[in-house]
């Protein structure tokens, strides 16, 4: 990657007894990530590189347990005890039927720790239609959504949502939007310390990337909600990055064929 700032192994061996610099990364050096407690590995869902790269992360680790935004608990329960057929985990949990890509993509994941107890922090969709229109902290205590965020947060996160829905929704719809958003990354951070506080750790989070941002998103919320836990966010972008909100993070190309989201919406500016 052109200019980009790889970690080595021996560098990174020296981070862990000390703060991590905030850099990219390359995939090697998944290999010999830090010894945390917790470990956010975010993605873009359709990219393969990504998903590849969380299995590798994975198998470094070794976690006694892997969190999966993708998966409600409900579904869990549902985990046949052999998952390397993908298509038998598919049908049995009804991964494809919920909207998300391909389960093949996941599996390399689920088999680089078969061990591994496996928790899901998706939100059910009666709970997401609640933090709509009351508020995530109608759904769920703690994790500060209690607390309604500064009006320079809201605003900007109110107008990056807006951004990402493609200027389709009308814009005074995207304050409910922001709660949702609230309640998936505390629903992603009560899912990890529940996973380290029942099997000891260390955990691996996969989720999207910014569910991963380390000054919002679940680790954020981790770090206040348990101070004493240990965590590191790697997260993966598509395309050139000057910076990421990240303690480490990946550049990968795009993924070819990807459609524009936006282009059935036509215009696509605010």
Not at 103 to 122: M, N, S, T, V
Request: hydrophobic share 50%; with cysteine; proline share 6%.
């Amino acid at each position: 990657m052109r200019g980009a700032v790889r970690l080595g192994a021996a560098f990174l061996a020296a981070l862990m007894v000390g703060p991590v610099q905030a850099r990219e990364i390359g995939a090697d050096a998944l290999g010999a990530l830090p010894d945390v407690d917790i470990v956010f590995v975010g993605e873009v869902h359709d990219n393969p590189a990504h998903h590849a790269n969380q299995a590798r992360a994975v198998a470094a680790v070794k976690p006694a347990a892997l969190v999966f935004e993708m998966l409600l608990p409900d579904q869990v329960k549902r985990l046949p005890a052999d998952r390397s057929d993908a298509a038998a985990v598919d049908a049995a949990i009804g991964w494809t039927a919920r909207g998300w890509p391909d389960f093949a993509l996941y599996q390399p994941i689920f088999a680089a720790a078969p061990k591994a107890r496996i928790y899901g922090a998706d939100v059910p969709q009666a709970e997401v239609r609640r933090a709509l229109g009351a508020g995530a902290g109608s759904v769920m205590d703690g994790f500060g959504l209690e607390n309604a965020l500064p009006l320079a947060e809201q605003t900007a996160r109110e107008t990056e949502l807006w951004a990402a829905h493609c200027f389709a929704m009308p814009k005074a719809a995207m304050g409910g939007m922001v709660e949702v958003q609230r309640l998936r990354d505390a629903s992603l951070a009560r899912a990890a310390l529940r996973a380290l506080r029942e099997t000891g750790g260390p955990i691996v989070v996969i989720s999207g990337a910014e569910h991963a941002r380390t000054d919002r998103g679940a680790p954020a919320l981790v770090a206040a909600a348990a101070p004493a836990v240990t965590v590191l966010s790697v997260g993966q972008v598509d395309g050139a990055v000057a910076a990421a909100p990240f303690d480490l993070w990946i550049v990968t190309g795009g993924v070819a064929g990807r459609e524009d989201p936006c282009a059935a919406f036509g215009a696509t500016s605010g």
